[in-house]
Structures are given as structure tokens and as C-alpha cells.
């Protein structure tokens, strides 16, 4: 199976900035698309921010301006650019990638950011 293991979480203070990482492993996922979800406490998951193939992203309103997703096929990895994060951010973040009619998700990595 496809596997994605996140890494990078923590807490910083708001205004302050993180990096998210997700590497995959048994797969390589040059034509794949991903993606980053996020749970906040008592609140749904969240789509946060995808990324295609073919290098075309989308945001959520929320972190518009703020947050940029990436990639870097050659090591199999994509990453979340966090800037000015704001104590609403906090939550745990999840990293996809979807493989046909399939979307893969890694156990997720905790973001708590405060005031």
C-alpha cells in the first residue's frame, strides 16, 4: 500500500511560521495529485490546500495568502509553507495523495499555535 508519513508539527506562537513535509513511500508520485486536510479540536476536517500533477494549487479562503503548498518529485515529497499563523490554525494536519479512484492519507501531525 501507499504510505505518507508527516512531520514537521509543533507549537510556535502566533505571527510565527512551520513547515510541513509528507514523504511517500511505495509509490512514486510524479502524476499524482496531493493534498493537506486539517482537523481542528470539536470541528471537521477540513480541506486546506491541493496541489495537481501538473503544479496547479488551490487554497482554503482561510489561509489564502498565508499558507503555500509544493512539491518535489524527485524526492517524493510535498510540503506546506505556513506563514503568520493565527491560534485559529491549530489543529492536526493531514497529508493526501490520490492514485486512480483512490485517496491515500497519512496519520497526521499536531500544529498548535498560540496567542
Known amino acids: 500500500q501507499v504510505q505518507l508519513v508527516e512531520s514537521g508539527g509543533g507549537l510556535v506562537q502566533a505571527g510565527g511560521s512551520l513547515r510541513l513535509s509528507c514523504a511517500a513511500s511505495r509509490i512514486i508520485f510524479t502524476i499524482n495529485d496531493m493534498g493537506w486536510y486539517r482537523q481542528a479540536p470539536q470541528k471537521q476536517r477540513e480541506l486546506v490546500a491541493t496541489i495537481t500533477s501538473g503544479g496547479s494549487t488551490n487554497y482554503a479562503d482561510s489561509v489564502k495568502d498565508r499558507f503555500t503548498i509544493s512539491r518535489d518529485n524527485a524526492k517524493n515529497t510535498v510540503y506546506l509553507q505556513m506563514n503568520s499563523l493565527k491560534p485559529e490554525d491549530t489543529a492536526v494536519y493531514y497529508c493526501?495523495?490520490?492514485?486512480?479512484?483512490?485517496?491515500?492519507w497519512g496519520k497526521g501531525t499536531l500544529v498548535t499555535v498560540s496567542s
Open positions: 493526501t495523495l490520490t492514485l486512480y479512484d483512490m485517496t491515500y
